[in-house]
């Protein structure tokens, strides 16, 4: 009896040093982590190949080990997601410019300008064409912020395709392109007004900046030009994967990934011109998943007089998906399958550099159902506040193969397993104890 009860506490006391067992052997795949200098806390963003390669929709199969295989601390830095709602543009003053005649160069103009910079008036000089055919100039010296993108609005509601210039300056005097070519595209297809006249412009500061047709003037008269500020600070670049293949199941088409991608935003690519579609989109984890609405909006792709202009990306509801079902309403349908375009900011992996490098990030393991992931707070000390410790930027390198693909399948939970036999065994003992008492008994 004392026998059976002292194999089954050793049992249970064992469990959990076996389970935190853990060496490169038991990933399928590596990527080599290249660091510089001495820093205690090191970051690098998670690769595609660790959201491909995962078995674990919340990376609990993800470690990072040392040049001695050993696996070092580690967390996952929640990365900063833009808000829903998008920084508000601010209307900007806009004046028409006069026209240019030909060799002889623009035509004369007074401009009239505030103390800080601020247009008050153009005036040309001569009465002999439309002051618009020159362009338009934009105000921007109130702005203390960059312009990531202008938002333009025309005159009337007539169709309208163009391109178009636009240039930056802070005296008037010499300009600086700083988008080129930029289409815009103002339409009507099936009752619906589609419409492109955002120019991206990439964070562009300046006080002032010129807008101009490609080719000749604009096709109407600019009523209001929008200046959108950068997103928030501290937003990492976004990744991106187009998926082309799709099984096609009546008005669906299904996307089978091989990943599990925390996927914010979408784009649905459409490859005929002049095709537009209504759709909704559905999302699941698996085969055996319920099938979870994300997203629904019209996908387009408008091609006039050289220019094309395609749908932008539509936010969706977050999640782990590794199937995706677009599905078209009403009567459009497109006669070649779309694709579908994923976007999303990967996790930020921050590990602290014990033992010697080169460290290796491993993935993907099917023995591993148990995350070693730190709380963030814990790892980093001070997070939060003015006084955290910043880890060092560390950068992806090679990729390097472990066990392969083997290791990808599942396997028996050792330690469930072990916890049920060491049940079982003290249900077992106190069985016998039982007996025992009662044959005293009796």
């Known amino acids: 009896m004392t026998r059976l009860a002292s194999f089954a506490l050793l049992a249970l006391i064992a469990l959990p040093a076996a389970a935190q067992d853990v060496a490169p052997a038991q990933f399928a795949y590596g990527t080599l982590i290249e660091t510089t200098g001495g820093a205690a806390l090191y970051s690098v963003r998670l690769p595609v ?61 007074d401009v009239r300008i505030q103390g800080g910079g601020a247009l008050v008036s153009i005036r040309s000089t001569t009465n002999d ?11 921007a010296s109130a702005l203390r912020t960059p312009i990531a993108s202008l938002d333009l609005a025309f005159a009337g509601t007539a169709p309208l395709v163009a391109r178009v210039n636009v240039e930056a300056s802070d005296d008037l005097r010499a ?39 490609v080719g000749g003037a604009l096709p109407a008269a600019l009523q209001q030009v929008s200046a959108v500020p950068p997103p928030q600070a501290g937003i990492a670049a976004r990744e991106h994967l187009v998926a082309a293949q799709s099984k096609a199941d009546g008005s669906s088409h299904v996307f089978e990934l091989d990943g599990a991608y925390p996927a914010d935003r979408i784009g649905v690519e459409l490859k005929e011109d002049n095709s537009v579609v209504s759709f909704e989109v559905e999302a699941r984890t698996g085969d055996s998943g319920e099938w979870v609405q994300v997203a629904r909006g019209t996908a387009y792709r408008l091609k006039q007089n050289g220019v094309t202009v395609t749908s932008p990306p539509l936010a969706v509801r977050p999640g782990a998906w590794r199937q995706w079902r677009l599905k078209t309403i009403g009567s459009a349908s497109t ?8 976007e999303w900011i990967p996790a ?67 330690k469930q397993w072990g916890l049920w036999s060491v049940m079982a065994a003290g249900a077992l003992m106190l069985g016998m104890m039982a007996a025992r008492l009662l044959r005293k008994q009796f």
Do not use: C
């Open 49 to 109: 190949a660790v959201y491909q390669r995962s078995t674990r929709a919340d990376l609990a199969d993800v470690r990072v080990f040392n040049a001695g295989a050993q696996p070092v601390p580690h967390a996952l830095r929640p990365q900063v997601v833009p808000d829903s709602q998008p920084p508000a543009a601010v209307a900007l003053p806009v004046f028409p410019l006069p026209a240019v005649h030909g060799d002889d160069g623009p035509a004369a103009f």
């Open 348 to 414: 930020e992996l921050v590990f602290a550099a014990r033992g010697s490098g080169p460290f290796m990030l491993a993935y993907g393991s099917g023995a591993i159902r148990t995350s070693a992931a730190m709380p963030i707070d814990t790892l980093i000390p001070g997070y939060g506040t003015d006084q955290a410790v910043e880890p060092a930027e560390a950068t992806i390198g090679q990729n390097v193969q472990l066990a392969g693909t083997s290791a990808l399948k599942p396997e028996a939970d050792v």
């Open 335 to 342: 006669a070649e399958s779309p694709r579908l375009r994923l």
């Open 129 to 139: 064409g439309a002051p618009a055919d020159g362009g338009w100039l934009v105000d």
């Open 175 to 213: 300009f600086r392109p700083v988008a080129a070519n930029a289409p815009i595209v103002r339409t009507q297809v099936g009752g619906q007004q589609l419409a492109q006249l955002r120019v991206e412009l990439g964070g562009v500061k300046a006080k002032y900046l010129r807008i101009t047709g």
